[in-house]
T-cell receptor
């Protein structure tokens, strides 16, 4: 697509429910990143993929969080047994093959998660 | 200590002013440095890359000081439309790869 598409844009759920957030990156972008952003803070790294391989998941807060990108395109971030502290904006970004080691990110509009 | 640190501001300046932001990073092995701009309720967007020799894009100048591990952004002749949050981004080494790591952002408000 023309840009990075995320869905849903807004998700309100009750504590204990599972949620799945979807990211459709720019066509041809090799790398896909997930970040979480709290109000007044910068994006906080969660995990990233090159093609379908999860390269780094060191930023996932705990084992309730998981992500996949099975065909190297669309990715899903899943949060199980949601807690109120999971409420945040979840942002996906994609980047083309690195140029001189630099990866320039294009972000989607984000998914705002509210856990009641 | 955070890997990328920025003064959150806000920096409140009149139109036409020159304003500078600094950002420091803790990992000396970091490579690739960027400034992103984030408007209120929007996603971050790349403003400019930062090169070792320094680089300029119109009214914006970015500098990198590897010895002191800081990056700067200078905005000349500020416009009302420059009001936004400016995010410093450093590619930080992590287990064999480099992760774009964001600072918390510096808020700029340009007033008439």
């Amino acid at each position: 697509g023309a840009g990075v598409s995320q869905s849903p844009r807004y998700k309100v759920t009750k504590r204990g429910q599972d949620v799945a957030l979807r990211c459709d990156p720019i066509s041809g972008h090799v790398s896909l990143y997930w970040y979480r952003q709290a109000l007044g803070q910068g994006p906080e790294f969660l995990t990233y993929f090159n093609y379908e391989a999860q390269q780094d998941k060191s930023g996932l807060p705990n084992d309730r969080f998981s992500a996949e990108r099975p065909e190297g395109s669309i990715s899903t971030l899943t949060i199980q047994r949601t807690e109120q502290r999971d409420s945040a904006m979840y942002r996906c970004a994609s980047s083309p093959p690195k140029i001189a080691g630099a990866n320039v990110l294009t972000f989607g509009a984000g998914s705002r998660l509210t856990v009641l | 200590r955070k890997e990328v640190e920025q003064d959150p501001g806000p920096f409140n300046v009149p139109e036409g002013a020159t304003v500078a932001f600094n950002c420091t990073y803790s990992n000396s092995a970091s490579q690739s440095f960027f400034w992103y701009r984030q408007d209120c309720r929007k996603e971050p967007k790349l403003l400019m890359s930062v090169y070792s020799s320094g680089n300029e894009d119109g009214r914006f100048t970015a500098q990198l000081n590897r010895a002191s591990q800081y990056i700067s952004l200078l905005i000349r002749d500020s416009k009302l439309s420059d009001s936004a949050t400016y995010l410093c981004v450093v590619n930080t080494a992590s287990g064999g790869s480099y992760i774009p790591t964001f600072g918390r952002g510096t808020s700029l408000i340009v007033h008439p």
